[in-house]
């Protein structure tokens, strides 16, 4: 079956340790996105992609780094200079010129 | 740039009734507009969207919504409401072009009460 996935479900990380999560997709998309959720915050842009080694900074990029280097893979590493990384991750991704996004399950990370 | 409120945070309302969720825009070009549903601990699944084409959308379960260019809004509704739409309901609008991203509002949690 097509979809997003998302691992894992569940990452716990001690302060001052950079994590990586993972987002992969089998639906040819050329968009993807990481957004971040808190309560009552609703879902914020962290990076997208358009294309392959190419992505652009949301609105709150600081402390987060991606990479695209395949059309299917966009991975989110969580740096130490995050100041409050405890949330739940969203990846989404979208065809190009359709916009219709789909979303992984997300990933919740706490950091302890 | 482009951007949605979503008023209020929580809507309660009796199974059966009306289900009234509002979303407004802001867009300098005409933008496409979604609704999502989010149940706990798991992703967003879209509802509907509005593409330019007919201006009332219908989606799953029973919703649909209206897009009113003269008011900037695209409220989410539903005739009667059931216990299993007890949710948060994201509303989200996105300029396509170079660069196009997806904003969402800040989401309105439903309650259904028996």
């Known amino acids: 079956d097509g979809g997003i996935t998302q691992s894992p479900k569940y990452l716990f990380r001690k302060e001052g340790q950079n994590v990586t999560l993972s987002c992969e997709q089998n639906?040819?998309?050329?968009?993807m996105y990481w957004y971040r959720q808190d309560p009552g915050q609703g879902l914020r842009l962290i990076y997208y992609s358009q294309i392959v080694n190419d992505f652009q900074k949301g609105d709150i990029a600081e402390g987060y780094s991606v990479s695209r280097e395949k059309k299917e893979s966009f991975p989110l590493t969580v740096t130490s200079a995050q100041k409050n990384p405890t949330a739940f991750y969203l990846c989404a991704s979208s065809r190009k010129g359709d916009t219709e996004a789909f979303f992984g399950q997300g990933t919740r990370l706490t950091v302890v | 740039a482009q951007s949605v409120t979503q008023l209020g945070s929580h809507v309660s309302v009796s199974e059966g009734a009306l289900v009234l969720l509002r979303c407004n825009y802001s867009s300098s070009v005409p933008p496409y507009l979604f609704w999502y549903v989010q149940y706990p601990n798991q992703g967003l699944q879209l509802l509907l969207k509005y593409t330019s084409a007919a201006t009332l959308v219908k989606g799953i379960n029973g919703f649909e919504a209206e897009f009113k260019k003269s008011e900037t809004s695209f409220h989410l509704t539903k005739p009667s409401a059931h216990m299993s739409d007890a949710a948060e309901y994201f509303c989200?609008?996105?300029?396509?072009?170079?660069?196009?991203?997806?904003?969402f509002g800040k989401g309105i949690t439903l309650s259904v009460r028996p």
């Open positions: 639906l040819n998309h050329d968009a």
């Open positions: 989200a609008v996105i300029i396509t072009g170079a660069n196009s991203k997806l904003t």
